[in-house]
């Protein structure tokens, strides 16, 4: 397999080279019937049943426009890879083991408590959520900290939209995202690899930027378990981990939120958490990554981009040394 | 108490050889169905990993093995199961050193450098290189027994800094399960020589025989 590769992968397609939704979608129905009928062969049906995989019957069907201002030249990550390697320590620590347990995750009825330094604390469903700003589709790049990424299509809203639903008062400097803990629906929360909850937390300005992404779907579809359903934030900009999973509390502070893998690894793990590839891992270069799925095995790693390329956060931290405040 | 023929354990041999080997089947075959997870760069890392430490451990294993089972013919797999440990090891860093740096030697040496897991883990294969090299009767007899013996005892180095990589990979995500288990049991192994000698200075008489 060899694919080629833009190293700097920033730049915005240009309106010809996005496949028009019906096209992507006729090419699969002809592969789908092609595989179906009797010259099917073997890797044609193989083609087919991961369609199917992206498709299972519980999936529940998730449309939304595509935001043409968010789209990125990359190819997204192919489904399978995007929901069977994961990070989801609720459901263990191996990137095998969420998409294997998380079917004990019951996700209706799910609320999420919206409180602290606002003037509207509210407790909001799914459908509440689901209504509060029109969904759009977004393609995002996904850096994780440990040197690998994706490309995912999402479906939600800026997290803007709630934001200026519950008015935050002047107090209100930081949000705090905090996660399920259920050990009886999560088996991984009997490790003690974490404080549980999970908790993540933004500036309020990191929170606003119309980048971050408040998301209830994936690739056509509502979030699958092991990504964090049913509703989670995605900041593209930072390291995957920043961006928590099934959350169930959003809490607006005074003060910086406790988050857990800073508190459980400091000098690895800072708050901010910016895609940084001037700022090492301890024990990794965090200079380049490895594109799931798509680089060949024989490709070296692209390298990895200020802000995982999305340059127009910059000035979310003029004046802030970013290898003090990593 | 069993003690095999010759030809029996040729195939004693044989067998643990083809066992040695599956691991790396394992890998081929997967790599073939493209059955190697989402990264499968890092699942070869990982895996040529775990198994150079097990092999370590089945190397370390012999010795209290024979003298706990009384099967002294055992010491005969040794070197064998020795160079495949260095094997496993061999594919783990060139897998590093290939796949996830390209060959760029001042890049893994920047690594190497800053990265104390990085370090130990090199570290503990350096050494390896002087054992491998070692193994064969040629050698043995080239060194001498007393030098070949006390070459082959930085093995008693290796293992503890094998650990050591493992356990420094896990600490960030303070997932140190697997690191513990493999501590407690080169431990074990380490501790049973430490013992046993310790048993043989208080009864056997100053200059007596070694073993």
């Known amino acids: 397999m060899l694919i080629k590769h833009?190293?700097?992968?920033?730049?915005?397609?240009?309106?010809?080279?996005?496949?028009?939704?019906?096209?992507?979608?006729?090419?699969?129905h002809f592969i789908h019937q092609m595989a179906l009928g009797t010259i099917a062969?073997?890797?044609l049906m193989e083609m087919a049943t991961r369609e199917a995989f992206a498709q299972s019957a519980t999936a529940q069907k998730l449309s939304a426009k595509a935001n043409a201002a968010y789209v990125v030249v990359d190819k997204p990550t192919a489904y399978k890879d995007a929901t069977s390697y994961n990070n989801f320590y609720e459901f263990g620590t191996d990137k095998g083991d969420p998409v294997k347990?998380?079917?004990?995750?019951?996700?209706?009825?799910?609320?999420?408590?919206?409180?602290?330094?606002?003037?509207?604390?509210?407790?909001?469903?799914?459908?509440?959520?689901?209504?509060?700003?029109?969904?759009?589709?977004?393609?995002?790049?996904?850096?994780?900290?440990?040197?690998?990424?994706?490309?995912?299509?999402?479906?939600?809203?800026?997290?803007?939209?709630l934001i200026k639903k519950v008015e935050p008062n002047g107090n209100a400097k930081y949000i705090e995202l905090i996660s399920l803990a259920d050990k009886r629906q999560m088996p991984g929360l009997g490790s003690p690899v974490l404080d549980w909850p999970y908790v993540e937390g933004l500036r309020l300005d990191e929170a606003r930027h119309p980048l971050t992404f408040l998301t209830l779907g994936m690739y056509g579809e509502v979030l699958p378990k092991q990504n964090g359903a049913p509703v989670r934030v995605v900041v593209p900009w930072k390291y995957g981990f920043k961006s928590a999973k099934?959350?169930?509390?959003?809490?607006?502070?005074?003060?910086?939120?406790?988050?857990?893998?800073?508190?459980a690894a400091p000098s690895e793990y800072g708050f901010y958490s910016n895609v940084n590839p001037g700022v090492d891992h301890p024990r990794w270069s965090q200079a380049s990554e490895r594109r799931i799925g798509e680089d060949s095995f024989f490709a070296r790693k692209?390298?990895?981009?200020?802000?995982?390329?999305y340059a127009e956060v910059a000035s979310l931290y003029t004046g802030m040394d970013l290898q003090k405040f990593f | 108490m069993f003690h095999p023929a010759p030809r029996q354990l040729q195939a004693i041999k044989l067998t643990v050889f083809?066992?040695?080997?599956l691991p790396l089947a394992r890998l081929i075959w997967l790599g073939f169905a493209d059955s190697l997870s989402a990264n499968p760069i890092e699942f070869i890392t990982r895996s040529t990993g775990d198994w150079t430490l097990y092999m370590l451990c089945l190397t370390l294993a012999v010795t209290p093995l024979r003298r706990i089972l009384q099967w002294p013919w055992l010491i005969r797999l040794r070197r064998m199961l020795g160079l495949f440990c260095f094997f496993y090891a061999v594919l783990h860093f060139t897998t590093f050193l290939w796949f996830d740096h390209f060959f760029d030697i001042a890049e893994m040496w920047r690594d190497v450098l800053k990265r104390p897991f990085i370090a130990v883990g090199f570290t503990a294969f350096v050494l390896l290189i002087p054992l491998a090299a070692t193994s064969s009767n040629a050698m043995v007899r080239r060194l001498g027994g007393k030098r070949w013996q006390w070459l082959h005892r930085l093995i008693y180095v290796i293992a503890p800094l094998g650990i050591l990589h493992f356990w420094w990979m896990k600490a960030g995500k303070n997932d140190f399960a697997e690191p513990l288990l493999f501590?407690?049991?080169?431990?074990?192994?380490?501790?049973?020589?430490?013992y046993w000698r310790f048993a043989r200075s208080k009864t056997a008489p100053l200059g007596a025989a070694p073993r």
Request: aromatic share 8%; net charge positive.
């Open chain 2, 18 to 21: 083809t066992a040695a080997l």
């Open chain 1, 246 to 263: 099934s959350i169930v509390r959003i809490r607006f502070t005074r003060d910086q939120p406790k988050t857990a893998w800073n508190l």
């Open chain 1, 41 to 43: 062969g073997g890797a």
């Open chain 2, 183 to 194: 501590g407690v049991i080169v431990a074990a192994l380490l501790g049973a020589r430490l």
């Open chain 1, 302 to 309: 692209r390298k990895t981009l200020m802000f995982n390329g």
């Open chain 1, 6 to 28: 833009n190293p700097n992968g920033i730049d915005r397609p240009f309106a010809s080279e996005i496949t028009p939704r019906e096209v992507f979608e006729s090419r699969r």
């Open chain 1, 101 to 161: 347990y998380a079917d004990t995750l019951k996700t209706q009825p799910w609320t999420v408590s919206i409180e602290g330094e606002i003037n509207k604390p509210q407790v909001l469903d799914l459908d509440g959520l689901r209504k509060l700003a029109p969904l759009e589709e977004r393609i995002y790049r996904l850096r994780c900290v440990e040197g690998w990424s994706m490309v995912i299509p999402w479906i939600g809203y800026s997290l803007a939209e």
